[in-house]
């Protein structure tokens, strides 16, 4: 199994800055694309940013020139750089990556357990 745990959410004013972490441990063989997503209550998971293991990042528009995603592969952890946050920035983030145990033959989707991230005006 391949577990995925989060820090570094909290409460900041509007123009402020937070950096999300997540690493990935326990039995993994092979990590390829990690990235960031969030939910607010009531509605669907939307992505935020991806990232795959040769560097190359995706971002949704909304947080294009704010966030910025970055991983380090020596250490199976993914960031996301917050900064210039709005509040409807605000919301419950996860972490994802797909990869593979040493007993999966195939990848598999892992998540987080979410970060709360709230942006006050």
């Known amino acids: 199994q391949v577990q995925l745990v989060e820090s570094g959410g909290g409460l900041v004013q509007a123009g402020g800055s937070l950096r999300l972490s997540c690493a990935a441990s326990?039995?993994?063989?092979?990590?390829?694309?990690m990235g960031w997503y969030r939910q607010a209550p009531g509605k669907q998971r939307e992505l935020v940013a991806t990232i795959s293991s040769g560097g190359s990042a995706n971002y949704a528009d909304f947080v294009k020139g704010r966030f910025t995603i970055s991983r380090d592969n020596a250490k199976n952890t993914v960031y996301l750089q917050m900064n210039s946050l709005k509040p409807e920035d605000s919301n419950v983030y996860y972490c994802h990556a797909k990869g593979r145990d040493y007993w999966s033959p195939a990848d598999a989707d892992y998540w987080g357990q979410g970060t709360q991230v709230t942006v006050s005006s």
């Open positions: 326990g039995s993994i063989f092979s990590i390829n694309a």
